[in-house]
């Protein structure tokens, strides 16, 4: 069991929510697996890089606001989705959810 593509995801941290729609190593083309995972399990398992953590912080005369920083959007790369849902598929394989046809 590896996840091997991510097609779709959506992250509510309002509603701790990831909703994810992916596909295993042995899935085949027309199958897909989607799932609702509390975002709190991402947290947990260390993936969640955007905390403050003020004592790490550089601080510099150069550092200027970025405008980005302000944004609502929050983006995860898919290859860090995917080693998180490797990992937490690991510690609770029951929550697997089965193969559909897309």
């Known amino acids: 069991m590896e996840v091997v593509e991510i097609l779709s995801h959506h ?8 909703n994810v729609e992916f596909r295993l190593l042995e899935d085949e ?6 799932d609702l995972i ?9 993936y969640d890089n955007n905390k403050d953590f003020e004592m790490y912080e550089i601080h510099s005369e150069f550092n200027d606001d970025d405008d980005w920083e302000t944004d ?4 995860i ?8 849902l490797n990992e937490y598929y ?3 394989p029951k929550k697997l959810p089965k193969a559909q046809i897309r």
């Open 77 to 84: 790369d898919d290859y860090k989705l995917m080693s998180f």
């Open 90 to 92: 690991i510690v609770y």
């Open 29 to 34: 083309d027309e199958l897909t697996r989607e």
């Open 38 to 46: 509390e975002y709190a399990f991402f947290e947990e398992f260390g």
């Open 11 to 18: 992250i509510d941290k309002v509603q701790n929510l990831i």
């Open 72 to 75: 609502d959007f929050d983006y």
